[in-house]
């Protein structure tokens, strides 16, 4: 029985209160957690204007026009997480500088942007940060008590920072990614070039940065290829070397 609530219970009950929370909890919880990250982990960003304008007219193109959310992208210094991005609940993305450094070409980051959007319309860090604070949203579910939410803002910092998304929400976020690609005429093999580039470069000091981005694919660390057999069973995410393959079959 306890086996079947975690495996089935509680993610059924958690993507049931999520698409049940008003928008106003999304905010709260998306302005906490970004406010924790601030303080705990992120550094001001050090990209110059002109090139947040530039990637941030890019992000306007690419969100969804016809829905409620209010896409929005911010930059970080990402600091010890290095290259990243993350979704908030109410629709904010934020980036770090680190991550702008690896891409090459413009469409490279737009489509790790789109698998970003694809978490936002999917619900997924509001659905798995419930899942870590289950009770706490029952009794919100229940009394309607906003104030609850202060737990889901101390947990989602931790789940972003952990990159803590199920196989199944990355997976859908690639779904979103690729569809989208496809249909505005961006080429899927630009998601699966960042993403070996990122495999191979992420840990790089800034002084072989350079270097090894632009390094040739046949470089790449053991790492860019993925866990075979039985292991990538045991991975929270999809192994990337599907992810890859999934990708520039697409191309």
């Excluded at 980051?109 to 694809?118: C, D, K, N």
């Excluded at 998304?165 to 997976?171: D, G, I, K, P, V």
Aim: aromatic share 6%.
């Amino acid at each position: 029985i306890m086996l079947a609530l975690v495996r089935w219970g509680i993610p059924a009950v958690s993507d049931y209160i999520a698409q049940r929370l008003p928008p106003g909890v999304d905010a709260t919880i998306a302005s906490g957690a970004l406010e924790a990250l601030d303080d705990g982990v992120f550094e001001p960003t050090k990209l110059s204007e002109a090139k947040q304008h530039t990637i941030r007219e890019r992000f306007q193109r690419l969100a969804p026009i016809h829905t409620a959310t209010d896409f929005q992208i911010v930059f970080r210094s990402g600091g010890w997480i290095g290259a990243n991005a993350f979704a908030l609940p109410d629709g904010t993305v934020v980036v770090t500088d680190q991550l702008v450094a690896l891409a090459i070409h413009a469409d490279e980051l737009a489509s790790v942007l789109l698998h970003e959007i694809g978490h936002v319309v999917h619900r997924h860090s509001l659905r798995q940060v419930i899942r870590h604070s289950w009770l706490a949203m029952l009794s919100l579910l229940i009394v309607g008590d906003v104030s609850s939410a202060g737990t889901l803002v101390l947990a989602l910092p931790s789940v972003l920072v952990q990159s803590a998304y199920s196989r199944e929400f990355e997976t859908e976020s690639d779904d979103y990614a690729l569809i989208r690609m496809q249909e505005i005429g961006l080429d899927p093999v630009h998601f699966a070039d960042f993403m070996e580039r990122i495999e191979r470069c992420a840990v790089a000091g800034e002084d072989v940065l350079p270097e090894c981005v632009q390094g040739d694919a046949d470089d790449r660390t053991d790492t860019a290829s993925g866990s075979g057999g039985w292991q990538k069973y045991l991975s929270t995410h999809p192994a990337n070397a599907e992810r890859i393959a999934r990708f520039r079959q697409s191309h």
